[in-house]
């Protein structure tokens, strides 16, 4: 990877950008700055062959699914576990919410470090925390041991959802991410599809400690693939987080930590987007005055230094919320996710008091909504794309990120009446064929919509998908926590029918939420820009 250079600047009024790439000089048209998700880099990943794109591609949707399939796979086991470890049912309830909650928020920590030491460090450390928490619990024989390993298996999943997404967008232009990010997030469906079945089987085939045994299984099969197939996409150049890092050490005239370096050389812009000029996209670098004598800055590895300045993981989360069209496009995200959580946490119950059905027979209705899922994820990703080339071809050639939200209307319009019937049909506990065909329509629409907005969070974000994606599991992961704790009570006290009614009005106002988005986003987006421009300049 090039080494950064500091270049004289001739005014202190025309500053200039400074390259990241000691080969390639900016041209005249970049101007006071260069477009970061374009910033020439070795071995750009985004060059790679189709083959080291689908590995990569396959690697982390393995991840993924198994990190979502740890979410609720315990759930057919939770009246064995109470047996046989004397638990109680709230300290039950308590390995199922502390999970939730550490897994949407611990990806805050996993995504600041991954904008500093790359990629496959995280994965790597995640990987192995997942595989210590998994092998403790198969053999726990405590609750308390229980709770604090769910915690900690939680910590280690928790980055592959958050920093996969980053790595979907550091191997894929935008033109094409709607596509590939419905691809790769139709595994996370299918993991809590999948749980109910994996372990109502294993927990009547052996025993409740056999579905750790198997998540243990996989974490390492996991973490060795991450460590022997799997090949860094991070690029520094192209991190807002790293290159703000870099300011303040060339500021300070300390050493920068830098990820290691890659062995293949190849660097060129892509030829499929246009460069914009915002400063979000852009690269401001540092100033120097022009008395400053020209001089060549090299940052070598072994000088490395990393403050926890450049560790923490809350600046990213508080410039992410700092925009309001992120915020409009988070808080549906998160009510869109706490609703499947309570859709799958209360059915399970459902089936099982009103219908008589068995874990295993759960599961296999509970497939209907993974089906669903992944289908609404991997048509409306390719739906998604299709809006944007022809919005981008009826604008001009002309691209901005508010496009992608428009492929969600259509989606808009169904979920809300699928949820009041799923509800009402489950109230009036009607034929089981019936729920089976409600679940897929509300996982097909519900995901549909999530698709195109988290693929929206990824584009309007240049440089920080990694704290985009982290503050929207946090806000998923809060929200889920919220739901688990609520859904049994409201569904106790109102009944499906009520309880899904109201879930449809809160989906609408959800996605009154996406419209504004749709119609206010660019002119905020532009207005955020401009004033970072202005204190960038001062």
Sequence with gaps: MATPTIAKVTSVSEPKSLPHNSHVEPSPDTKDAIDIEHVPVNDDPRQWSRARKTVTLCIVSLASMVSALASNIQNPSNLLIAKDLHATNNQISWTLAAFMLIQG??????????????????????SALFVVGSAVLALSKTIDVMIG????????????????????ADIYETYERGTMMGVFYAAPLLGPALGPIIGGSLSQGFNWRASFYFLLICGVVIFLSFLILFKDTYRCERSLTYCSALQRRLAS???????????????????NQTHDKDPEKQLQLPVIPE?????????????IRLSIKDINPFPPYFQILSRKNNVLILIPNGIVFGFNYCLSYTCERTLANAYGYNALSVGMVLLCLGVGSIAGSIIGG??????????????????????????SKLAMLWLPPSVIGYGWMCDKHLNVAAICVMLV??????????ASTLAYLVDANPGRSAAAVATNSSFRGSLAFVSAIIAVPLQNSWGDGILFTAWAFVLAAAELLIIIVVHKGESWRKENEENERKMLSK
């Design 441 to 450: 329509f509300v996982g097909f629409t519900s995901i549909w919509m999530y």
């Design 253 to 271: 005239r300390e050493p920068v930590r830098r990820p290691s370096e890659s062995t293949i050389v190849g660097s060129e812009f892509s030829e």
């Design 105 to 126: 928020n611990f990806p805050l920590i996993w995504s600041a470090v991954a904008e500093i030491t790359g990629r496959k460090v995280v994965y790597l450390l995640s």
């Design 291 to 303: 008395e400053t004598p020209s001089t060549t800055h090299t940052i070598e590895p072994d000088n």
């Design 149 to 168: 390993m769910r915690a900690l298996q939680a910590a280690g999943s928790s980055a592959f959802l958050a920093i996969s997404a980053a790595t979907m």
């Design 382 to 407: 390719r739906w998604s794309d299709r809006v944007v080339r022809k919005m981008k071809e009826e604008n001009g050639g002309q691209w901005y990120a508010e496009m992608r939200l428009e492929s």
